[in-house]
């Protein structure tokens, strides 16, 4: 079931203290998995609470915008998956110009073992953190020894011969390379948003559509064209086929997200929906007519069904 995730809160008293892990978890793919996953074992193990520290927005849109990367997972999107995960708790800061100058000793203290009561902290091995990235995994155990609190490194997971990380699979969908990202990131790569009002074209072509508005210029979209796709909503779930990006049949040069929901006729307007990005079907094109657009439409809805069928996505 989905829905908009609700916001964060500040951490209860944590009288057994926390194992804890920091980052920007951006995509919070199967390396991210990994670290939560051994997170949550080890406070398991020693009675404790398992706590991610995060940060919104991503630290580079910050300290250096022109270098921030587009997101993997937009805030409700990460709020949604870390939902899922065994976590006890999740703290959202805020980064800021304050946040951002803290040294790693500074943060260590004022937020780790004074705000999550850390007793160990577990991290994967290329962390950086504090002023500049200046604090790395030998900083960490020299402030671990002298002020009594344990870390361990994660190894990366690789699918195949690479690590799995946050700046391949951002290369991966930018490529339209979607069947790399989904088994880096352990799910298929997806958009999350609230179904908004349309042209209604779709009706007069007799593919109704749903249409996301409120998509964050920073979430990073595959290329453009036609998709096989699945949608789910709060109590529903099916397959569909999606238009990313303009129309240009109808001399309308915006980029939307306009998804056509196979076996399904209700409305969804206001409700909170997950696409997922199947299979690219074909690129965005001009027809000659409505007519001819209205065709392609058709061999589009049969060549999806096809692709869904043989994934096993949609029955």
């Not at 508005?213 to 086929?241: I, S």
């Amino acid at each position: 079931m989905i829905d908009r995730p609700p916001a964060s809160a500040l951490l209860p008293p944590l009288p057994r203290g926390s194992t804890v892990t920091v980052g920007s978890f951006d995509g919070v793919h199967r390396g991210h998995q990994a670290v939560l996953q051994e997170i949550a074992r080890r406070a398991g193990d020693a009675g404790r609470s398992s706590v991610l520290v995060t940060f919104e927005p991503h630290p580079l849109e910050v300290v250096n915008p022109q270098a921030a990367p587009p997101l993997l997972t937009t805030g409700p999107e990460r709020r949604e998956i870390l939902a899922q995960t065994p976590l006890d708790y999740v703290l959202f800061l805020r980064f800021d110009r304050r946040l951002a100058a803290l040294s790693p000793e500074e943060f260590v203290r004022g937020v780790l073992l004074e705000r999550c009561a850390m007793r160990e902290l577990v991290i994967g091995p290329d962390h950086g953190f504090g002023r500049g990235r200046s604090g790395d995994v030998e900083t960490l155990r020299r402030l671990g020894a002298s002020l009594r609190f344990d870390v361990d490194v994660v190894n990366d997971v690789n699918v195949g011969d690479q690590h799995v990380s946050s700046s391949r699979i951002r290369r991966a969908v930018a490529g339209g390379d979607l069947d790399t990202a989904a088994r880096m990131l352990g799910r298929p790569y997806s958009v999350s948003g609230v179904v908004g009002e349309g042209e209604r074209r779709g009706r007069t072509l007799g593919v109704p559509t749903i249409n996301l508005t409120d998509v964050p210029p920073q979430k990073l979209l595959p290329p453009d064209g036609v998709y096989a796709v699945q949608v789910e909503w709060r109590g529903g779930r099916t397959g569909g086929m999606m238009n990313q990006g303009p129309k240009p049949t109808f001399e309308d040069g915006r980029r939307t997200l306009e998804a056509h929901l196979f076996g399904f006729e209700g409305e969804l307007y206001g409700e909170w929906v997950r696409i997922e990005w199947v299979e690219h079907l074909r690129d965005v094109r001009r027809f000659a007519s409505v007519e001819q657009l209205r065709q392609q439409l058709e061999r589009d809805r049969g060549r999806a069904l096809a692709v869904l069928s043989a994934r096993q996505e949609y029955n």
